[in-house]
């Protein structure tokens, strides 16, 4: 298994970069992709320590969405802020990661990503439409870290 650095090559990172900046044209929303080698304890506790680390609880209208994944343990999350979780139905979340999984399965990471930040995209549009004031609260790249 690649670690972090390498499970994207060069134009897949600026594909899924392009992806977030597209998905964000129709929201005020913020999309953020965090990957690393290992998941320290538990995915839904490292997922939220992340989360808050890069400050996605920090939006405006706390609509961040995190896609974390750690591709040597083979786990992935994604956490929506209180904004976006108070109006998406429960299973949204999961449906999300079972449509990026069944990509992740044929080691296509960039597709699955890409289709997830999509889908995330047009929810946080249903709620959070553009607004003519929107600043990019969160940068776009993806973060890494080699744990």
Known sequence: MPNARQILNSQEDRRIVEAI???ELNT????KVHIE?????QVEERSLFVFNRLKMNETQQRNGVLIYLAVKDH????LGDEGINNVVGDGFW????????SYFKEGHFA???EQ???RCGEKLNAYFPYQT????EIPDEISYENN
């Open 28 to 31: 005020s929303g913020e999309i």
């Open 133 to 136: 004031d929107d600043v990019n």
């Open 75 to 78: 786990k992935f999350a994604i």
């Open 21 to 23: 900046k597209q998905a």
């Open 37 to 41: 080698n290992h998941c320290r304890g």
């Open 116 to 118: 997830g930040i999509q």
């Open 94 to 101: 999961n449906d999300v990661k079972d449509l990026m999984l």
């Open 111 to 113: 597709e699955g990503l």
